[in-house]
């Protein structure tokens, strides 16, 4: 089985090209495997992907009154057999992992014709999911024979490129701060692309058959992505994601091999205002800090050995040692242990419990420690 897209070119293949920034916010022309090899290894953020759905419609779907849907019926959505479409999956994933950064991830939309055999193969190259995601279509198509329950969603799968991948981003606090404080949940509610977002040729018809709305793109590159990031879309049809990207302050690459795809999508990136700097900062919590050992307060002298540590009442004290624990009487530990052991508690947050004096005032060590954060972020 060859492991290409029966949609491919034969041709020579391209060096990537790794000028800094030289395909950055730009439609590669071609099919997506063989346009993937302009682009060098480990240089995108987060891809996004809406790969032919491989629907296999049979003939032509009517209404019960017999007129006709417009439906997906494009050349590029058809395959000979679904050994085929798994070769095709199996390349376009193999060319997108090669250029994402092991600390990306990857987005796949779909709907039950293909999202299955593409789970499959991304488990089969070793991809691991972090979470499926059912987009829940407020406005969804009708099912016109009455013979099926009515297709009212879509699944997403977000994964990372390896079981032991670290350090993706995942904007936990910003999700939950935007769902009035409660965890984003993976069921999300969204209308089909309609309206004036919807792409339309001079005769009103629509430019692309699966545009996808910009609310979906919106939170998925929220979720996933910090400004600056790069995002990639292999079938970068009508461009919802480059329109979307530009508009949160993300750097986007699309690979497209219709003209007319490519023309519709330029013109409406083209006239997006990007959001202003302010607008665009996440929120974070404290797990999205970096980790800070007491031991660096010690060796970076905001806190000296034989310093002596008290809680806010000054009924318990400690000792500062050198080598960044605290000992009390007979008993020593971390600030996390031996705050603990003084109380008589299992457990204790040493960064609140321990206060170092400061012209004559309590203060708690975590406010040290948020110095030295500070620090760093000027750095980074």
């Not at 069921?187 to 910009?214: M, S, Y």
């Not at 806010?312 to 400690?318: G, T």
Request: glycine share 8%; net charge neutral.
């Amino acid at each position: 089985m060859a492991l290409v897209s029966p949609h491919a070119d034969v041709r020579t293949p391209v060096r990537p090209d790794t000028r800094p920034g030289s395909w950055l916010d730009t439609i590669i022309k071609g099919d997506c495997v063989a346009a993937l090899e302009r682009l060098p290894d480990n240089s995108v953020d987060v891809i996004f992907a809406d790969p032919p759905y491989n629907l296999q419609l049979g003939g032509a779907l009517t209404r019960p009154d017999q007129s006709h849907v417009d439906a997906v019926d494009d050349a590029w959505d058809q395959f000979a057999s679904f050994e085929a479409y798994d070769a095709f999956t199996r390349a376009w994933l193999l060319a997108c992992r090669r250029v994402l950064k092991p600390t990306g991830t990857l987005w796949v939309i779909g709907s039950y014709h293909n999202i299955f055999r593409v789970g499959a193969t991304l488990q089969d190259l070793n991809f691991w999911i972090l979470n499926d995601i059912v987009w829940r279509k407020t406005n969804p198509m009708p099912n016109f024979k009455g013979r099926r329950f009515q297709n009212a969603h879509e699944t997403l799968i977000w994964a990372s490129p390896d079981p032991k991948a670290k350090g993706y981003t995942f904007n936990y606090d910003a999700m939950k701060a935007a769902n009035d404080d409660v965890q984003m949940r993976s069921d999300w509610l969204f209308p089909i692309c309609t309206g004036n977002e919807r792409l339309k040729d001079a005769a009103g018809d629509k430019v692309h058959p699966t545009q996808k709305p910009e609310a979906l793109l919106a939170r998925i590159l929220m979720a996933s992505t910090k400004p600056g990031d790069i995002v990639l879309d292999p079938f970068f049809g009508s461009g919802t994601t480059g329109a979307v990207a530009k508009r949160l302050g993300r750097h986007f690459v699309g690979v497209e091999r219709e003209q007319t795809y490519i023309d519709a999508a330029q013109a409406r990136i083209d006239a997006v205002e990007p959001l202003g700097g302010a607008t665009l900062s996440v929120l974070t919590g404290k797990r999205a800090e970096p980790r800070i050992a007491f031991n660096v307060l010690v060796e970076s002298g905001l806190i000296k050995p034989g310093a002596v540590l008290t809680d806010a009442r000054r009924r318990h004290s400690a000792i500062v040692r050198a080598d960044g624990t605290l000992v009390s009487g007979t008993d020593a530990g971390s600030i996390h242990r031996l705050g603990a052991k003084v109380q008589g508690l299992d457990a204790c947050n040493g960064w609140t419990f321990w206060h170092y004096e400061a012209k004559g005032v309590l203060k708690p060590i975590d406010d040290l420690r948020s110095q030295i954060r500070a620090e760093l972020a000027k750095l980074a």
